[in-house]
């Protein structure tokens, strides 16, 4: 095993103001301050890059260490690989500790641009480009090895209009790998999953892109494969409820928030036969632009009272904005989802194609379900979209420097 | 079937100049005169992108239509699709004809930035980011369609190292697809599986990827998924005799090349197993610059005459580099190969990883037929890497405006 190379915690975040809480906020001895840390509102620190004037994008550095984990608030970069494991039988609380030890040690390396520990493959960090990685904790973790001492992530109620592949089924633990080069996440991928092998085994890796750095104009909204502008409401990190959408404020979990993955397929091939009008009109917007049928621009606020000509509702109530959007403002949550394309020889372009639905919530039952549950009950875009695989995982308060995640979790286990 | 848009063909390449032949070179009424702008050396067009001041990497337009295919001489951007497809039953030169015609004229708008004709999800096309398509013949073609009449692409002949996968297989049609963003690159290879599929059956898909744009500094050579910095001994499009090694001189193929396509698995579990010594021994170049281990630089020329202080050569006789370099400057092609990494739950780390091995070159059985020959007798590196895929395929030379590719070459048939 790897050993720990600060043996003193080091209490400095670097490069990021932090705001301290009282003492009395320390969840217990030995356990560090990333808890005390966040347990006031923390100034939000989305974009923890580091912009040395002159250096190249690959050179970008988003800081691992902080009151909340990376690779949540932090502008998703162009590819992401998501990484479900199962912890090898018999790897309790004790185990999994050296696991998040080694693995968040790992992380703390490679985000910086610099090989893990051991690296068999040194240069392969040297061009962090925007790296994350972020853990999450499925509910066995809480269930069984955390005794129900927390309150942490729990399974999704099952919804209509699912059609769960047993192959993307929940994990023990996630790891999102988040960055702008896709040789930088073949190799942090490989050295993480190097070092979980004994004590924990991948079931499935799901891999995605978004546009590549620098393609095109910055603020552009990303696109997914069915043509649509996706992603336009989502509460923005500079948004006043932000932190209260985001991150949990639970005992345990303060600073941290829950990822809810969610692998939808899209039947491209019936989609294409519809016709443009019968398109936007499914998802209540335009293709070109993204602006809600009733509006002009991009971010203009539907208006879903208004009519046309024949007193007909111009953005149909069934349409996926109408169903998707809440009168309840808690009802939100952050997106942060990637287009997937594989190769399937058993269709018929040869090549099965959707979304790797990744979405953060401070409290998934509260802001994420309702309106899975209405979109489940009636969402036009139904008719093209099919949810193959479903999990839900906590993700813990990011560490201090000489700390790991999950660190002050452990902690808590009766 | 998609008409065609332009019923005179344009008789300009857009934006390059081109040397043209007597009109004693044209190979036939109707067939344009792509055969005759290349019956002489062209100036090399290697770098073809459009660069207007000021403009986002994503605009950059590598043009279609020239002498030669684009993908081939142009630098290689990150994102490869290569497509492996299958003509259909019974469908012959004709139905080959009406296929090129349709696909030539999709990667002619889409490598502009353009909707390919129909387009369902035109929005998605508008980032050509250096986008190229590149068209392939395999050998049946050449046989059975056009009975012999034009000495095309033949099969390779076994090699003892090889391990070839029934999936990985040779198919009548290779299409090069790469592009900076992966977005890009997913729309114009759905557009063309869709277009290609009345007449044409995808068998594989493989993607691979290099270094995202702008992430190193320019001129980096790519490592592979073993570190090694990969490419070096490349010849260069400015190199004198780049044009003798890459472009065809052959009747109907004058202009064009031969893509090798071998998928190189790598067994990065045992190779992770060797130290650093072990590895830079069994490639013969250092791997913190890929220098070869009697030099300094990375573009050092290895001398593999000289010996250590025991009288041993530095450089193993059986090591990588040793092997692969031929004292024969006529046994050298251009390599344009990409990583690969698959998910594979068989595998202990839970992926596949490797190279989608690229190679063209004027004349395989000259130029990479013995240095394959060569390696498979002997190298070291042949202890962790093993070719599960191979094919051959003939690459027609480029068409102008209106034209597509092939069309010059079909019209050769017995």
């Given at each position: ?18 705001l ?17 840390a966040v ?6 620190s989305?974009?923890?890059t ?7 994008p ?5 800081e691992?260490h902080?009151?909340?984990q ?13 990484l479900?494991?199962?912890l090898?039988?018999g790897v309790g609380?004790?185990?999994?500790a050296?696991?998040m030890?080694?693995?968040s040690d790992?992380?703390a390396?490679?985000?910086?641009g610099?090989?893990?520990?051991a690296?068999?493959e ?11 990685v972020?853990f ?6 809480f ?8 309150d ?17 089924r ?5 790891v999102?790998?988040?960055a702008d080069?896709p040789t930088?996440?073949?190799h942090a991928?490989?050295m993480?999953?190097?070092?979980a092998?004994?004590?924990?085994r991948?079931?499935?890796i ?5 546009d ?7 603020g552009?909204?990303m696109?997914?494969l069915?043509?649509?502008v ?23 979990l303060?600073?941290?928030t ?10 491209l091939?019936?989609?294409d ?15 070109d ?16 009272a208004a009519?046309?000509?024949l007193?007909l509702?111009?953005i ?5 904005i109408a ?5 309840n ?10 287009n997937?394309c594989v190769?399937?020889?058993?269709r018929p ?12 919530a401070?409290?998934v039952?509260?802001?994420?379900v309702?309106v ?7 969402d036009?875009?139904?008719q ?6 479903s999990?839900?995982?906590a993700v813990?308060?990011g560490c ?8 002050a979790?452990l902690?808590?286990?009766?």
């Amino acid at each position: 095993m790897t050993p720990d190379p600060a043996s003193a915690p080091a209490r400095t975040w670097s490069r990021r103001r932090v705001l301290q809480a009282g003492a009395g906020a320390l969840t217990g001895a030995g356990l560090g301050w990333s808890a005390a840390a966040v347990a006031l509102p923390v100034e939000d620190s989305t974009d923890r890059t580091d912009r040395t004037p002159g250096a190249l994008p690959g050179a970008r550095v988003v800081e691992f260490h902080g009151p909340h984990q990376a690779g949540v608030s932090t502008p998703p970069p162009a590819h992401l690989s998501l990484l479900g494991l199962d912890l090898r039988r018999g790897v309790g609380a004790a185990g999994l500790a050296r696991l998040m030890r080694l693995l968040s040690d790992d992380a703390a390396r490679l985000t910086r641009g610099r090989p893990a520990l051991a690296d068999t493959e040194p240069e392969l960090a040297f061009t962090p480009a925007a790296l994350t990685v972020t853990f999450g904790f499925g509910p066995r973790i809480f269930d069984e090895i955390l005794g129900g001492a927390v309150d942490g992530a729990k399974p999704l109620p099952p919804f209509a209009t699912d059609a769960l592949e047993k192959q993307w089924r929940q994990t023990d633990l996630a790891v999102q790998i988040c960055a702008d080069d896709p040789t930088t996440v073949a190799h942090a991928r490989r050295m993480l999953l190097k070092d979980a092998t004994g004590l924990a085994r991948p079931r499935w890796i799901q891999n995605g892109f978004r546009d590549a750095y620098g393609m095109r104009p910055d603020g552009t909204t990303m696109r997914n494969l069915m043509g649509q502008v996706d992603g336009t409401a989502n509460p923005a990190a500079t948004d006043p409820d932000f932190a209260e959408l985001v991150w949990s404020r639970r005992p345990g979990l303060t600073g941290g928030t829950f990822l809810v993955l969610r692998r939808i397929r899209v039947e491209l091939e019936t989609w294409d036969q519809v016709d443009r009008a019968g398109r936007e009109a499914a998802v209540g917007r335009r293709l070109d632009n993204g602006a809600p049928l009733t509006g002009r621009d991009e971010h203009d606020v539907p208006d879903f009272a208004a009519t046309d000509a024949l007193g007909l509702p111009v953005i149909d109530p069934a349409s996926h904005i109408a169903r998707a959007r809440s009168a309840n403002p808690a009802q939100r949550f952050l997106r942060r989802g990637y287009n997937y394309c594989v190769p399937d020889p058993s269709r018929p372009t040869g090549e099965d194609s959707g979304l790797v639905f990744v979405a953060f919530a401070a409290d998934v039952e509260r802001q994420f379900v309702p309106v899975q549950r209405r979109l489940a009950e009636l969402d036009r875009l139904n008719q093209w979209i099919t949810t193959i695989g479903s999990a839900v995982y906590a993700v813990p308060p990011g560490c201090a420097e000489g700390e790991f995640v999950g660190q002050a979790l452990l902690g808590m286990r009766r």
